[in-house]
């Protein structure tokens, strides 16, 4: 029930494409959604985060969008650029005293130019 | 500069050695946080401390130790009881201790056994 689901495990795009992360939780009691970005040898860092009283959420190219009945949360980045290229996780918590963050798995997106 | 530092960058054992790895933060956060992460694995939770000289226990803390001394140092120490200690270690922290809330990661250390 902790499990955070994450797909693709890979992503190409092109220049200028858009790229779209899934993930789909068990868990009702989350009530945190973050995504991180990480760049080989690097730690993560946080790129966007959601809460599930809103179903959408945008920052400049970066997008969040979360489905509550489905139980999924996306990521859409529009323009995606060479720079974009990285390790994308989300990442989930909540319910009460739990911070603890759940993470999928990780997808490795590769922009072409 | 505020953040978080891990030492070293590197960190090479030989089998049957224990091992610490540091973790830094200037950010003045309650919580922090260690992760182990593995090609495809995602992050792990090694364990976690909410405030000093207390912490938990996270996912896959059999063969690692913590303590939390201070507010803004929270050491890793692999034991030689960790049978599989190869991988990228990551420390985070977090500004409360309850609650779900931005972790701030730091750079990692690399760890390999030889």
């Known amino acids: 029930q902790q499990q955070v689901k994450q797909s693709p495990q890979s992503l190409i795009v092109q220049k200028g494409g858009i790229s779209i992360i899934n993930c789909a939780y068990e868990?009702?009691?989350?009530?945190?959604f973050p995504w991180y970005q990480q760049f080989p040898g690097k730690g993560p860092a946080l790129l966007i985060a959601?809460?599930?009283?809103?179903s959408e959420k945008k920052e400049g190219r970066f997008t969040i969008s979360f489905n509550k009945s489905a139980k999924q949360f996306s990521l859409h980045i529009m323009d995606s650029q060479p720079g974009d290229s990285a390790t994308y996780f989300c990442?989930?918590?909540?319910?009460?005293?739990?911070?603890?963050?759940?993470f999928g798995k990780g997808t490795l997106l590769t922009v072409n130019p | 500069d505020g953040g978080i530092t891990q030492s070293p960058k590197y960190l090479f054992r030989k089998e049957g050695q224990n091992v610490t790895l540091s973790c830094e933060q200037n950010?003045?956060?309650?919580?922090m946080y260690w992760y182990r992460q593995d090609p495809g694995q995602g992050l792990r939770l090694i364990y976690y401390s909410q405030i000093v000289n207390d912490f938990q226990k996270g996912d896959i803390a059999e063969g690692y130790s913590v303590s939390r001394e201070k507010k803004e140092s929270f050491p890793l120490t692999v034991t030689s009881a960790q049978k599989n200690p190869t991988a990228f270690y990551l420390c985070?922290?977090?500004?409360?201790?309850?609650?779900?809330?931005?972790?701030?990661f730091g750079p990692g250390t690399r760890l390999t056994v030889l």
């Open positions: 950010l003045n956060h309650d919580a």
């Open positions: 990442a989930a918590s909540g319910g009460g005293s739990n911070y603890k963050l759940t």
């Open positions: 959601i809460r599930p009283d809103v």
């Open positions: 985070a922290s977090s500004i409360r201790p309850r609650g779900p809330d931005t972790q701030y």
């Open positions: 868990n009702t009691a989350f009530d945190y």
